[in-house]
């Protein structure tokens, strides 16, 4: 937090960003299909951005979820210097190359900024069990395979699967969907003994009193304390450490402009999705969809996505994931 | 009745000089860009959502529904004047659609596809009207066994109940298969047939396949037949029109059946496109001279046009109440729900009874007001085929190219396009059919998807497909109709069977 907070200051006090702006509609890639976390996020900041009169040309956002996004990874690839295209990224493109061994780099991309981490968290049907242990119990005890729905297959909801069982020894059937939405409402129409979505996804039907969250995947409790059922808020769900499940997983969620656009044209979006953070469209979003608030960009950025990259790297050889 | 009042309020809301002008706004922009093939329903309305950001959320969601109506009818347009479909759904329709085109029934045709889109789309709303909350309960029974299921119903339809021979449906049907298969595999993150190309990473896109195998195969046909297609007498007057709709009630089964289709499968989520095949397969099967379809009969385009629209719009529930789109359109409109805040999931109808009840009230509205629209530009439509094919070709070879391109803004595909276009002319040549292969290709990969998610839940057991009442019920039909011929057939020889069929065989 604190850094994000020097962060902002030392950008509110750079020089203004003259120059560059874009000329035509500016297409924002989202990496997965429709209704999914990266598609909430990039109409939140269509929205954000218009309503707010940030930037002179429209925004289109454009799905390219096919081959689990590695088709927007090849999009963006193969749009060098191209400063209309923002793809908003997030740990596919650490994964995908690893596991399909898809011809990717994100290094080959040009880093605009972090503008928030994902959180993950275990849920299971409201009629299920109600606490990890029992619902741990109740896997290990399970005759017929104790499935887990998730997004995609060797990617983070199934590396987080195969930590999952590693620390309790319980074994789970993994089902890979389409997307998180498709995972949720399978876990809601008991196809699925549980899933570990990420909070937007499973949002609309924990409302709805479908699923009930066991605990979250980070050091931390979520700190948004508002309710969001008639009893819970976020903060109310345990992380899995507390439940003796020492299991942690964070995801990114970051823009990247095509590679060998000027340092003008990075800076310009640099400062636009800076402002799209101060936004009261961004605010609202952040905390309805549980997001952890963070902004880097720059060198910071550079930093954290090797540091991440390292992390994401040995979990994905851990699990067994890594093609040869 | 309170589904009733919660109607009448929706109207109320949309009632003013203001929303009807959207209305009429909307229908028009929708048209306009379902009648360019490829560019289609989804891509136009992706266009026109940045349009709608500054109304309020009712005044939006009303523009951007009749634009999705819009679409919905002019897609029709093409399928029927160039046997080019512009979605999925709108394939059948060139079955018998097209032969009626070039018969000089135009008119006829289109007149037909439109009325009955309108009808199935209205059963579909009176249907999310009354029984919105108990529907969506019913999509949440699908799991991966129900879903292989109901794919395995469409495919089995197509073998047992198709009038080809039945290995040249299948032959065509596995090709079909095989091609869905390019790409990435959900099931183990691998890509499968992709050669190390990164253009078939994607996988083939099932709009240019249709946009070659249909509309390029059939320029290449014609040219061949020596501009065959000419300036037919297109002429339409209120006279058409009325002379079709007072032949309607001949059809209520047909259309009847179709509708039932149609709601089924588009509440089913994922399910629209099977609707209008099963609805095209079924009329003709029950037919008493099948033989005259795909020949230009009238309700060879009833069926799949009605099921289609039912589907279509049933489709529109599970996005409400569920989050997941039924078609490629209905996802824009999702990302359009979304801008505005509006989260679709099960509390939608209770939290924003206004915005749901406007939205339904609008489907009335928007289908009445566009009815009337398209019907009224028919006769524009309908002399496009007087302008000589020479003319005409080119400009259909670029719009299919352009469809092609902007589907994903690829060159690849254009190439990929006019492939499927030599593909389609071989196939008409030594009369495979084409209808397997394009439904093979847009339902395999999802049909493979469910079998293998079912086989990793149930531990590799077949059994989990007849788990149920629901799965098994539809298994089993599935494997009745791929064996009606031989049912049917024995059937006939221990005389249980209508008479009047067993002795016209």
Redesign the interface.
């Known amino acids: 937090m604190k850094a994000a907070v020097v962060l902002t200051a030392a950008l509110c006090s750079a020089p203004a960003f003259a120059g560059w702006e874009p000329t035509k509609p500016v297409e924002i890639v989202v990496a997965a299909?429709?209704?999914g976390a990266s598609?909430?996020m990039a109409?939140?900041m269509?929205?954000a951005i218009?309503?707010n009169n940030l930037m002179k040309q429209?925004?289109?956002?454009?799905?390219?979820g096919?081959?689990?996004g590695?088709?927007a990874l090849?999009?963006m690839?193969?749009s060098e210097a191209d400063p209309n295209k923002v793809l908003i990224a997030y740990s596919l493109i650490y994964m995908l190359p690893l596991?399909?061994?898809?011809?990717f780099n994100w290094r080959e991309l040009t880093p605009v900024s972090v503008i928030a981490l994902d959180q993950f968290v275990l849920w299971d049907n409201s009629a299920g069990p109600k606490t990890v242990k029992e619902f741990v119990a109740a896997a290990k005890a399970a005759s017929?395979?104790f499935?887990m729905g998730g997004t995609?297959?060797?990617?983070e909801d199934?590396v987080l699967t195969v930590f999952l069982e590693q620390k309790t020894g319980a074994k789970f059937?993994?089902?890979?969907?389409?997307s998180g939405?498709?995972a949720?409402?399978?876990l809601?129409?008991?196809?699925?003994e549980s899933n570990v979505n990420n909070p937007s996804e499973n949002?609309?039907?924990w409302?709805?009193g479908?699923v009930r969250p066991l605990c979250v995947f980070d050091k931390e409790r979520i700190s948004y304390t508002s309710k969001v059922t008639d009893t819970q808020s976020w903060a109310d769900i345990p992380t899995c450490k507390e439940e003796g499940v020492d299991v942690q997983y964070l995801m990114l969620r970051a823009t990247f402009l095509p590679g060998k656009v000027t340092a003008e044209q990075q800076a310009f979006y640099v400062d636009l999705f800076h402002k799209v953070t101060q936004t009261a469209e961004y605010k609202d979003y952040m905390e309805k969809q549980a997001l952890k608030p963070i902004f880097l960009t720059g060198k910071d950025m550079v930093q954290f996505l090797e540091e991440d990259d390292a992390v994401n790297k040995s979990l994905m050889t851990e699990a067994g994931?890594v093609?040869k | 009745m309170e589904a009733f009042g919660l109607l009448l309020h929706g109207f109320a809301v949309l009632l003013t000089w203001k929303t009807l002008a959207l209305m009429m706004v909307g229908l028009v922009l929708g048209i306009f860009v379902g009648v360019l093939p490829g560019l289609g329903g989804p891509n136009g309305v992706a266009i026109l959502l940045p349009l709608t950001f500054t109304m309020d959320p009712t005044s939006a969601i009303v523009m951007l529904s009749c634009i999705y109506w819009g679409a919905l009818f002019g897609g029709a347009i093409t399928s029927i004047l160039f046997n080019i479909p512009g979605e999925a759904w709108s394939v059948a329709t060139t079955f018998d659609g097209y032969p009626m085109a070039q018969q000089g029934r135009a008119a006829e045709a289109l007149t037909a596809a439109f009325t009955s889109s309108f009808i199935g789309s209205l059963v579909a709303v009176l249907l999310i009207t009354f029984l919105a909350p108990m529907i969506s309960s019913f999509a949440l029974k699908f799991g991966p066994p129900e879903f292989f299921a109901v794919y395995l119903l469409t495919f089995c339809s197509f073998v047992g109940l198709g009038r080809e021979a039945k290995h040249k449906t299948v032959i065509s049907m596995s090709l079909g298969l095989l091609l869905a298969g390019v790409g990435m595999d959900t099931v183990s993150g691998q890509l499968r047939m992709t050669f190390g190309s990164s253009e078939l990473l994607r996988g083939i896109n099932f709009l240019v396949a249709v946009i070659g195998l249909f509309g390029i195969s059939e320029i290449l046909l014609t040219m061949e037949e020596r501009l065959a297609l000419r300036g037919h007498a297109a002429s339409i007057s209120l006279r058409v029109v009325l002379s079709v709709w007072k032949d309607l009630p001949k059809y209520w089964v047909t259309l009847l059946r179709s509708s039932v289709i149609g709601c089924w499968l588009g509440i089913t989520p994922g399910g629209a496109i099977a609707a209008s095949f099963m609805g095209y397969n079924l009329a003709k099967r029950f037919a008493k001279d099948p033989e005259s379809f795909g020949k230009g009969r009238i309700e060879g385009v009833f069926a799949p046009e009605t099921a289609a629209h039912a589907s279509g719009t049933a489709a529109l529930l599970p996005m409400l109440a569920l989050g997941i789109p039924g078609s490629g359109t209905a996802a824009i409109l999702l990302g359009g729900l979304m801008v505005w805040g509006l989260n679709p999931g099960p509390l939608l109808f209770v939290e924003h009874k206004d915005f749901v009840w406007g939205l339904i009230a609008s489907m009335y509205l928007g289908n009445v007001v566009g009815l009337v629209l398209v019907l009224t530009t028919v006769p524009i439509f309908a002399s496009i085929l007087r302008v000589p094919f020479a003319a005409v070709a080119p400009m259909i070879v670029v719009s299919c190219a352009i469809g092609a391109y902007a589907i994903q803004n690829a060159m690849f595909d254009i190439w990929l396009m006019l492939g499927f276009g030599v593909v389609g002319y071989v196939f008409k040549k030594i009369g495979i059919p084409l209808a397997p292969f394009t439904l093979a290709l847009v339902l395999g990969n999802r049909a493979e998807d469910a079998f293998r998610l079912s086989m990793i839940g149930s531990g590799g057991d077949l059994k989990v497909f007849w788990s149920n009442g629901l799965v098994g019920s539809i298994t089993t039909l599935a494997i009745v109709l791929l064996f009606w011929p031989i049912i049917e057939g024995l059937f006939a020889r221990v005389g249980w069977t209508q008479g009047t069929r067993a002795t016209s065989r």
């Open positions: 299909g429709a209704g598609d909430q109409r939140m269509q929205a218009q309503k429209p925004i289109v956002v454009s799905l390219k096919g081959a689990s590695a088709e090849m999009y690839k193969s596991s399909a061994k898809i011809p017929a395979p499935k995609g297959s060797k990617r199934h059937s993994y089902l890979p969907y389409k939405g498709e949720a409402t399978q809601v129409g008991n196809h699925t949002l609309e039907v409302r709805a479908q994931f093609a």
